[in-house]
């Protein structure tokens, strides 16, 4: 698996974890509003924050998703 890989599952897990999701429910999110694109596209930004910066940043961009699909 790639590191960008691992980056994904890392964020998926962590964001589960602080919403208190099942792993399922936080992946049919992520489907839902593209978010594992918007990570594996921001890796390099990303990947250099910490965990409370990128649950708040997914966060942001599922509710920019929201808008933007409504």
Known sequence: MSKEGKFLVYCIERYRFHKKMSGEEAVKLFEKYQ???YIMNCFGALHTTGEEYIINDID???DYQKERIS
């Open 35 to 37: 978010v594992s694109d």
């Open 60 to 62: 942001e961009y599922i």
